[in-house]
């Protein structure tokens, strides 16, 4: 099993902190020195960390002051990297809970059989959830996983709830990049009631191939996001 790289362990551990209040808006985080001191890492690899907490609007750095904890940003999904779910949510005191809808090895439709580089019909793991903010029904999200790539996923608990996180730690997978599209829909019928809203409501469709390092495609999902739960974007120069 792959070990996470430390400055992914280390935002991990700083997003966990901030999440919790024991690292509180404007709080002033550790130089860069003392933090790798802290971890017993290089400072570049403190400072990878800290730009993926930049990244996501949850820290900023004050010329010759240091680094700190920014107020709590706007309530939305935040897509500057490859992350779970709960990763993407940009407000520090936000609540991430899921309902599993499906959880069970199907054989792969058409569509998803040609994401994820399979045969038409080949064994995949299926997983739908209703993923909720605060207790409230904010997306639906229908992955599907090459059984090959990680046999017993759905008959097991997800780690702390996140497939992402599965797939990396119990079946060693590191995750690279994905290509993702997203459109303006209308909700069906079974969307619309797993949301909780009317049939007709509009939503914002997703549909995300996943692939490891290899370039292999390991997931593909269709998502249904309610428009009181944005995606949010930083954009920066090039």
């Given at each position: 099993m792959q070990r996470a790289p430390m400055y992914r362990v280390i935002y991990d551990d700083l997003l966990s902190q901030i999440r919790s209040g024991a690292l509180e808006p404007d709080a002033q985080l550790p130089s860069e020195p003392d933090l790798a001191k802290q971890y017993g890492v290089s400072r570049m690899t403190v400072r990878q960390a800290l730009d993926m907490l930049r990244a996501d609007d949850l820290v900023t750095r004050k010329q010759g002051s240091g680094t700190f904890v920014r107020e709590p940003a706007r309530r939305g999904r935040r897509l500057t990297s490859l992350r779970s779910f709960s990763d993407e949510l940009a407000e520090a005191s936000t609540h991430v809970s899921s309902e599993t809808i499906r959880a069970e090895v199907a054989a792969a439709p058409a569509k998803v059989a040609a994401a994820l580089d399979v045969g038409p019909g080949d064994q995949v793991n299926r997983?739908?959830?209703?993923?909720?903010?605060?207790?409230?029904?904010?997306a639906l999200q229908d992955a599907w996983v090459p059984y090959g790539v990680a046999p017993g996923?759905?008959?097991?608990?997800?780690?702390?709830?996140?497939?992402?996180?599965?797939?990396?730690?119990?079946?060693?997978?590191?995750?690279?990049?994905?290509?993702?599209t997203m459109t303006a829909t209308l909700l069906a019928a079974d969307e619309a009631r797993l949301l909780g809203v009317q049939q007709g409501a509009p939503a914002l469709h997703g549909q995300r191939t996943t692939y490891s390092r290899s370039d292999a495609p390991v997931e593909f999902t269709y998502g249904w996001t309610l428009p009181e739960f944005p995606l949010l974007l930083r954009i920066d120069t090039a």
């Open positions: 997983l739908t959830r209703v993923r909720r903010v605060d207790g409230v029904a904010a996923l759905v008959r097991e608990p997800l780690v702390e709830g996140s497939l992402y996180r599965t797939l990396s730690e119990r079946y060693g997978i590191e995750l690279q990049w994905a290509d993702q």
